[in-house]
């Protein structure tokens, strides 16, 4: 927190149906009563089309001076010259855990995401004939990872760390990092091989209540996870390091529906009250997470759920039970 004791948010609104969800996000914040500066950040792909730059150091340095980020989407173009800004963000933040929660009847799940290494690690060699990746599993980072999910777990019941050990070494240090860990805290824990992972949130999710994870491993389980939910646009994530977050729904800029107004903003909702929960509102997120609750038994919900409601009347019904007295 600021000097002055006010939060200092840096928006960052994105690409495609980024800008459109995240005005949700700040609508239903005003109308829960959140109080907090925001700092507009223009960064990503429209900004690259543009000016031939996704982010500035300047920009960097502006959200680093901010607590947290509340961010829309980014679109990352399949173009060598593009360095993608969110992978550059959790690295310069050092947002090392992704928490993504899953709630739906068939589902209630929080998924822990180590967020800076291992298949991502960004150490590559790339050759006309081979192209190779370096996947990096330390110690220390499996050590924190395993420390935040514990912390979740506490709440919550059993842990799962879900790995590849049988065939990859490196998730050999993973799990026994986490396994010690999660002793240690005195935190029940299982182990489980990531495809099986897949396979078992499929036809039965009800039994995991925290996953703990690598980085690809997660990526990938949480799409699947948003899948047994209903959809992507539900979804909310938020990055935590030890002095800074980020916050942003899971999906990406959706090209293919952005503009129409038609964009689920239940997952920036969400995203927006996992940042009330951060800045100790615990009050304000329950309340958020209450309303967009409502929403859904309502049949508030955009066409990806089936409804036939637009953006904005989503919005506007979350906003509304929020004001009610
Ligand atoms: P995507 O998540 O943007 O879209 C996948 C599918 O889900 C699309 O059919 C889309 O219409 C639908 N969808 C996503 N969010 C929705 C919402 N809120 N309401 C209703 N439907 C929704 O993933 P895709 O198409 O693979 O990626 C598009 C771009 O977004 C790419 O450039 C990708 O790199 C980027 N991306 C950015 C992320 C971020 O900013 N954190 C995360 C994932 C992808
Ligand atoms: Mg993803």
Redesign the pocket.
């Known amino acids: 927190m600021s000097s002055k004791g006010a939060w200092k948010v840096a928006v960052v609104p994105?690409?495609?149906?980024?800008p459109e969800?995240l005005r949700s996000a700040l609508a239903v914040l005003d109308a829960a009563g959140a109080k907090f500066e925001q700092v507009l950040v223009e960064i990503g792909?429209g900004r690259w089309k543009r000016l031939g730059l996704a982010m500035a150091d300047e920009d960097l340095e502006t959200i680093k001076q901010c607590d947290c980020v509340l961010?829309?989407?980014?679109?990352?173009?399949?173009d060598p010259d593009y360095r993608?800004i969110?992978l550059r963000l959790r690295k310069e933040l050092d947002l090392y855990a992704n928490i993504r929660p899953f709630r739906s009847k068939a589902i209630d799940l929080i998924i822990v995401r180590e967020n800076t290494e291992g298949l991502y690690s960004g150490l590559e060699e790339v050759g006309a004939e081979e192209a190779r990746t370096l996947r990096v599993v330390t110690r220390r980072g499996s050590e924190r990872i395993a420390e935040k999910a514990c912390e979740i777990a506490a709440k919550k019941k059993r842990l799962t760390i879900v790995h590849k050990s049988n065939v990859l070494q490196s998730d050999r240090l993973f799990l026994k990092t986490c396994q010690a860990v999660a002793m240690r805290r005195g935190i029940q824990s299982e182990e489980m091989l990531v495809d099986s992972a897949a396979y078992n949130l499929v036809v039965n999710p009800q039994r995991f209540d925290v996953i703990v994870t690598t980085n690809l491993f997660g990526d990938i389980l949480s799409?699947e996870a948003a899948g047994v939910v209903g959809?992507?646009?539900?979804c909310a994530?938020a990055n935590v390091g030890m002095n800074s977050a980020l916050f942003?729904?899971?999906?990406?800029?959706?090209?293919?529906?952005a503009g129409k107004g038609?964009?689920?903003?239940?997952?920036?909702i969400r995203s927006a009250a996992m940042m009330m929960e951060w800045m100790g509102e615990t009050e304000k997120a329950t309340r958020i997470e209450a309303a967009v609750q409502w929403a859904l038994d309502n049949d508030i919900k955009?066409?990806?759920l089936g409804g036939g409601c637009s953006?904005e009347d989503v919005t506007d019904a979350v906003a509304d039970y929020l004001e009610r007295p």
């Open positions: 994105g690409d495609g149906i980024g969800v792909f961010l829309g989407a980014i679109t990352t173009p399949p993608s969110l799409d959809s992507l646009g539900l994530s942003e729904p899971i999906h990406g800029s959706a090209p293919d529906i038609i964009a689920n903003p239940l997952g920036a955009t066409p990806d953006t």
